[in-house]
């Protein structure tokens, strides 16, 4: 065996095939929590509750806002913070333990509105998910961020970071996917909507407790992160005539914010977060005003059963998701991360256009725009992780910050996206609705690749050698 070939079989990780696949069901709750909200939680404040859109606009708008602040500080806190746990274990544990009390009240009525009356419940009400909103935003991200800030801390190459990256993403879809069929579920067998909404709920905390405990017991991070660090200062030795020979090994939050790429890479990874996060908020109105799914119950217009399609329809979208994302490793190999969120752009437009024709007579042609829309959204967001990935690289002990200051921007943007887009217009006029649809994805997929092609000094390790991304 010859030393090329020797270079090639190598480890730079301490990272086994079970442990990567016990980092990859890490995200679940976080990832189960955030289902319901980005699919229901709108819905269920207008239609469950019968709360206000502007009520609906502030709920949502809170969540973000919490969890957009205190991305940052949990991203910037982690690096500076030690534990025997490690690094980011510490955080992830905390957060686990507060999303699960907050996300559990979302979802309950407001006992103790049923003490007031009039305006004054209304009030109450508003306040109540709110508030409980606003504290599952700031613990949901004390969970993603040091889950995210592990992947270059966990391995050097980019063969195992696209592979925890597509493990990471498809088991996103995938919980989103199960979200879905358990409200499908729920939606058909019980006819009150608040109990579907409050076993929903349980069925979420049971099914992510689970996988955070496997991921706690099974992921060791000083001993991983340790060996990572001893594969980067290898990968360095073998290629300083490309790389020059740079020891630093951490950056300060100042370094950090005074690299260009950072502003670009955070403006490609907000624009497909909210790309893939809007049209999933806005579907249920889409297929209840737009192509009349589901219908109304009642005299006045009430939706008195949640109607089936809004599980049905975008559970569809995740399965085109969830099919690009286990791919993820093949596509890397063919086509650079810049390629592949060019890619996604071209099925994001192009499944994004006909929603604007679709009427009630041609309204099961939702579901292949549903595919189509799923695999654009998961080659961009996919690809655009990727790329804050690589652009932490080595410094991962220090670069939960950078995860920290895109996710502030990504969650203030959709959070105002979304305001706006509930209170801009009629969720009832079907002309508000296709436009407000098809607006933000195609603006912001188009917009985000352009952005992408602008970002340069994207080397990465490979176990050939280095190559450009």
């Keep these: 065996m010859n030393d090329n070939e020797r270079l090639v079989d190598k480890k730079y990780d301490g990272l086994t095939e079970f442990t990567i696949w016990m980092y990859g069901i890490g995200h679940v709750m976080n990832d189960l929590c955030a289902a319901c909200w980005v699919n229901f939680l709108m819905y269920y404040i207008i239609y469950v509750q019968n709360l206000s859109t502007v009520t609906a606009g502030i709920v949502v708008l809170m ?19 030690t534990s025997r746990f490690g690094k980011r274990m510490i955080w992830f544990i ?46 949901w991200s004390a969970v993603q961020i040091p889950h995210i800030a592990l992947i270059p801390s966990l391995s050097p190459l980019k063969e195992r970071k696209e592979k925890l990256i597509g493990l990471r993403s498809g088991f996103t879809y995938i919980s989103n996917f199960a979200v879905l069929l358990a409200a499908l579920i729920f939606f058909n067998f019980i006819e009150n909507p608040k109990l579907q909404f409050s076993l929903l709920c349980a069925f979420i905390l049971t099914a992510g407790a689970i996988t955070d405990l496997l991921f706690i ?15 980067y200062r ?78 049905s329809v975008p559970m569809v979208l995740y399965i ?66 990727g790329m804050v990935a690589l652009f932490v690289g080595e410094y991962g002990s220090s670069g939960a910050f950078v995860w920290g200051a895109v996710s502030l921007v990504d969650k203030f943007s959709l959070g105002i996206a979304i305001s706006i887009l509930l209170n801009a217009g009629s969720l009832d006029s079907v002309n508000y609705m296709k436009f407000a649809m098809t607006v933000v994805p195609i603006l912001a997929s188009i917009i985000g690749t352009l952005i992408a ?14 190559i450009e991304e």
């Design 94 to 139: 905390y957060g686990t333990v507060i999303t699960s009390v907050t996300f559990f009240f979302t979802w309950q009525d407001c006992y103790p509105c049923d003490l007031l009356e009039g305006s004054s419940r209304v009030i109450a009400q508003g306040f109540w998910y709110s508030v409980f909103s606003f504290a599952s935003g700031a613990a």
């Design 217 to 231: 017991w099974n992921i060791k991070e000083n001993k991983l992160t340790e060996e990572t660090q001893s594969g």
């Design 320 to 385: 085109g998701s969830v099919g690009t994302s286990f791919l993820l490793k093949k596509i890397g190999e063919k086509l650079s991360r810049k390629r592949q969120f060019q890619i996604g752009m071209i099925f994001i437009v192009g499944a994004t256009i006909p929603l604007v024709f679709l009427t009630p007579d041609y309204q099961n042609l939702v579901f292949i725009i549903a595919l189509f829309l799923g695999i654009g959204f998961s080659l961009q967001l996919n690809s655009s992780t």
């Design 63 to 81: 969540l973000q806002i919490s969890d957009g602040i205190s991305t940052p500080l949990v991203g910037f806190y982690s690096d500076k913070f």
């Design 234 to 311: 290898e990968l360095k030795i073998q290629n300083e005539d490309e790389l020059g020979n740079n020891k630093k090994t951490e950056l300060t939050w100042k370094e950090w914010l005074n690299k260009r790429e950072l502003y670009l890479i955070a403006a490609v990874y907000t624009l497909a977060r909210v790309s893939n996060n809007v049209p999933p908020g806005l579907l249920p109105f889409y297929l209840t005003t737009v192509l009349e799914m589901g219908g109304k119950d009642d005299a006045e217009g009430n939706y008195n059963k949640t109607p089936l399609q809004l599980a």
């Design 453 to 466: 092609l602008n970002i340069t000094k994207m080397q990465e390790y490979t176990k050939e050698g280095i």
